[in-house]
């Protein structure tokens, strides 16, 4: 059986966080773990409270994991405060996981900030050089490199950018864009474009989260990063195209249809 393991928060509404994420892990067949950083209290509406678990806790849940299971894949998502960046990045040192997915969560569609302002620098220094492939939207990656993303070209210089900044391969996805997606993926020397069609619904809550884990879960799987990425965006599509109208507000991605 393999495996996968989120580091991320919790969404009460089951959406986006943990949830999301373990719901893809079982649908692609892969054995799902969690350690949970954060509990939110959220629904289709918005979220209404956090709060963060102790860092100590963090890495006490990281190692009963490692110390007993060989890890195939690891997808990390919210991490809002300093000291859970470096708890999470230093035992990530520690085990040295094969893959790691870092979705790096800062602000979600209903507008609340998931990533502590302060915390940013540390998320860049201690976790861009550990991950595998970095999956930023286009708000995240402007966050994170300062450049203003309008145009393909903007994202192309973005990736660059991130690389220079430590990343080994970035996944800018093109969501944000006013046209049909894209998502750009560069390694460094080449560029790759994922193009889609925009499906238009309102119900994308947790839409980022599933494509970090499905990502994931294909690495698990033993696929290149390429042919990850390609599965994934096809199971992410899918889950937009078929997704659920519960709540008043944003509603979530479908994994089972
Ligand atoms: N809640 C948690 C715990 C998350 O990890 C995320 C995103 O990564 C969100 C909420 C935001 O989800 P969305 O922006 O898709 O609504």
Known sequence: MRTA??????????????????????????????????????????????????????????????????????????????????????????????????????????????LNPDAKDVLIKELLPLSTVVTPNILEAQVITGINIKSIDDMKKSCKAMLEMGCKI????????????????????????????????KNTHGTGCTLSSAIASNLAKGYAIEKSIKNAKEYINVAIQNSLSIGEGIGPTNHFY
Do not use: W
């Open 5 to 114: 393991l989120t580091i991320a928060g919790s969404d009460s509404c089951a959406g986006a966080g943990i949830q999301a994420d373990l719901k893809t892990f079982y649908a692609h067949g892969i054995y799902g773990m969690s350690v949970i950083t954060a509990v939110t209290a959220q629904n289709t509406k918005g979220v209404m409270a956090v709060e963060n678990i102790s860092s100590h806790i963090v890495e006490k849940q990281i190692d009963a994991i490692f110390c007993d299971i060989k890890v195939d894949s690891v997808k990390i998502g919210m991490l809002s405060e300093i000291d859970i960046i470096k708890a999470v990045s230093s035992k990530l040192r520690q085990y040295s996981p094969k893959n790691i997915v870092l979705d790096p969560v800062m602000i979600s569609k209903s507008g609340y900030n998931l």
């Open 170 to 201: 970035v996944l800018i996805k093109g969501g944000h864009l006013s046209t049909d997606p894209i998502d750009i993926l560069f390694d460094g020397e080449d560029f790759k474009y994922f193009e889609g069609k925009r499906i238009h619904t």
